[in-house]
């Protein structure tokens, strides 16, 4: 059965970066005879958690829009890649809004107990992020939210592919390396015949 890699685009934009990024991943991944998905959120209406904590009861949440339909999707995937720009030094508010939604994922593990994934999945997922200064701490947010989120949706986390110095909407197109890198690491995370890496491989480029 073929590799299911699902990349999440979530930066409100046209002709955007990391979007750009992303869809080099995919193809990358599709090289190596990945099935592939290609969802943006900007297309989609996924509200902010509420923090009705009605999933510490119920496993899910009661907030319908197009969450339920993504939520299925991502736990269905092998592969995840997910595509942010820097605002604020974080994750943009659409990235924020879909990562929070997956409180219930967390209440469906860590509060009632109930398995989420099969176990013995082989599931692992890339971060790719793009932000328009230059500051070394520019990602850190990001790593340990992605850490996180990936943990709950019970993904290893393979790879970072980290951006920075570029602003203007599809400006990364003049960036041969990152485009390839994303291609490469894009291959590499579809691949089954290795194992998952035990700390992500981060790939860094200005
Ligand atoms: C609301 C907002 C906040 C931003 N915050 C940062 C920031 O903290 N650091 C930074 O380097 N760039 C920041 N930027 C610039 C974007 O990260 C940059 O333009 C990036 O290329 C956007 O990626 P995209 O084209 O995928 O949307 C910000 C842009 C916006 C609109």
Redo the contacts with the bound molecule.
Sequence with gaps: MNVKVLGIST???Q?????LLLCQALAGAESAGAEIEYIRLRDLDIAPCIECNSCYKRGACVVEDDYQMLSSKMLEADRLIF?T?????TV?AQAKALIDRCQCLWAHKYVLKKPLITTGRDRRAMVIA??????KK?FDSIRLTAKYFLDVLEMNYAANLFV?K????G?IKQHPSAMNEAFRLGRELAATDVPPPEKPVSVELV
């Design positions: 930066s409100p934009r002709n955007s970066n990391s979007d595509a720009p820097i605002f604020f030094m943009c793009v932000g328009g200064t230059k500051s520019m920075n570029i602003d203007d909407p400006r």
